[in-house]
């Protein structure tokens, strides 16, 4: 099999030095008390990414681990949970918290713009008894960054903590977790760090384990319980085998990102992503959202009378790119250009867009613009 060059929101390409890393020879991560000061070590390299004195942890499991854990370890029956919905993911933390015997209450708003920090404001000023919320960073479907520099503060007012799945935003937007009072938040390696697929990151704020502590029933079930991290480097015992050559890749990647400095992979972010959406919208294209753009992904719709699936098609046959479309609601709807992580270098996304522009104009697509052109005059 040749594989495909990957433009997808996750996984993203992944450097040479931290697929490596993953084949080094090594120790028994259980056994072995040098790993836990490794683990420790990768750990606290993180916190600095998303400014935090909080506890950071690193689980075996992709990133659907962290929603879940995080909703099993505050959540008990019939606790009310603020489910902030303006996409696929945002709505989807109300059916974990249902998992958990909760009771969802949806915030829900327009999907093509970010949450309306006012409107919040008003809704909770009606109704805030709720035990925490969920929030999406940047909701991966349709492209949509939610603003949690302003959301989270605000809940806090109310004295609800937040659970924050930033699993698409994480390193490539700015998160600031202790400034921006986030309780829980969720990453994965296979998105802007730029590792594999296969584990999560998450930092728990003191605020965050005291709702646990104070629970009156036990929280159910054991991969999914938060506290059992709490204890491990004093212990030295983790709760099962750490998946030590997947964290030997992250810690590489972890590198990476603070040897550019986490400020400018963020700014590396943002400037590819303007320059591809103004691109897009002169070559004549819409963007699927109005208002609140990620930086890690752009959603476009296709232009009429060419179906996506054709052109995911045509561009996977012919020029063996694998862009995707999208799922649920904007299935067949949309296209998504994920560059997020290593995919956010010029030379790669510019490399993207020629082949889109090349592939549209094969179905019959007629502008008398060049999308690479285009890029080159929005970037600097
Ligand atoms: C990728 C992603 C996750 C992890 O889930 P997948 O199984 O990889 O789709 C969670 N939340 C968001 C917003 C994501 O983009």
Known sequence: MRKPYIFTPGPTEVRENVRLARAIEVTNPDIDESFYDFYKDTCEKISKIIHTNNDVYILSGE???????ACASLTEPKDRVLIIDNGIFGEGFGDFVKIYG??????????????????????????????????????TPSGV??????ICPLLKEYGIITVVDSVAAMVGETLKVDEWKVDI????????????????ILSISEDAFKVMDNRKTPIVGFYCNLTIWREYYTKKWFPYTMPISDIMGLNIAVDNILDEGVERVIERHRKIAYATRKSLEEYGLNLYIKQGYSNTVTVVEPPEQIEVRKI???????????????FGYLNNKVIRIGHMGENAHIEKIVYILNVLDLA???????SKHSLVQLFNNYYN
């Open 63 to 69: 990133g659907i681990l962290g929603l879940e854990a």
């Open 102 to 139: 909760g009771v969802p209450v949806y915030f829900s708003s327009d999907r093509t713009k970010e949450i309306c920090v006012e409107e919040l404001r008003e809704f909770l000023q009606k109704d805030n008894q709720f035990k925490y919320a969920t929030v999406v960073h940047c909701d």
């Open 145 to 150: 960054l939610n603003d949690i520099s302003k």
């Open 185 to 200: 938040a969720l990453g994965g390696s296979q998105k802007a760090f730029s590792a594999p697929p296969g584990l999560t």
């Open 312 to 326: 995911i098609g045509h561009l996977l046959e012919k020029y063996n790119v694998l862009l995707p479309g999208s």
């Open 360 to 366: 549209l104009k094969d179905l019959g697509y007629i």
